[in-house]
């Protein structure tokens, strides 16, 4: 049973790029969650995805959007990066009832 | 918005010591996870507990809704415990975790 995978692993980019980070839902699940986790802080929820929509968002700008696919597999797309978005992106999947797995992240750099 | 505060951020143990962590929601929630965050990052389950006692190997929780908070033990820490650990609320009307700010746990051999 493969659980929540997340590529890339790293990456680094500089201010202004746009960059897009995946994620493959647990099997069987099809909600997933996006949070960021800046340096000695907890992860903060972005937003979630179920049925291809945006369910709920966090306090985040509109450079942050995403997708979901039919098949429950997520994008987090950012646009016009700024040097505090450097953080580890963790993506989770659930059923929906809040019991949430998380992925091995996604490590950006912006410089 | 809900508060969730973990104490201590930090615990130094000498293996095989025991310890308690503590976490602390300031609202009624649906559910509640607690989380151990290895040193690459990822968060690994370490229990789903809305309410009452559950225990895993050297580990057990207990969360006492009513009241509020939640208490995760760890008995004879091994150094692969050092990490840090995260307790998460899972708001319905929110359909999001909002996590505390971790406890850092050091275990020295």
């Known amino acids: 049973d493969a659980g929540v995978t997340q590529s890339p692993t790293h990456l680094i980019k500089t201010r202004g790029q746009q960059v897009t980070l995946r994620c493959s839902p647990k099997?069987?699940?099809?909600?997933v969650s996006w949070y960021q986790q800046a340096l000695g802080q907890g992860p903060q929820f972005i937003f979630q995805?179920?049925?291809?929509?945006?369910?709920q968002r966090g306090n985040f700008p509109d450079r942050f959007s995403g997708h979901q696919f039919p098949n429950y597999s997520s994008e987090l797309n950012v646009n016009a990066l700024l040097l505090g978005d450097s953080a580890l992106y963790l993506c989770?999947?659930?059923?929906?009832?809040?019991?949430?797995?998380f992925g091995p992240g996604t490590r950006l750099t912006v410089l | 918005g809900i508060q969730v505060e973990q104490s201590p951020p930090d615990l130094i143990l000498q293996e095989g010591a025991n310890s308690t962590l503590r976490c602390n929601f300031s609202d009624s929630v649906n559910n509640l996870q607690w989380f151990h965050q290895n040193p690459w990052g990822q968060l690994i389950n370490l229990f789903y507990i809305p309410s009452g006692t559950k225990q895993n190997g050297r580990l057990s929780a207990t969360t006492v809704a009513t009241e509020r908070y939640s208490l995760l033990y760890i008995s004879s820490s091994q150094t692969t415990d050092s990490g840090v650990y995260f307790c998460a609320v899972f708001m319905e009307y929110g359909n999001k975790l909002v996590f505390g700010a971790g406890t850092i746990l050091r275990v020295k051999s």
């Open positions: 989770a999947s659930s059923l929906g009832g809040g019991r949430e797995f």
């Open positions: 099997s069987g699940h099809d909600t």
């Open positions: 995805y179920y049925e291809e929509e945006e369910r």
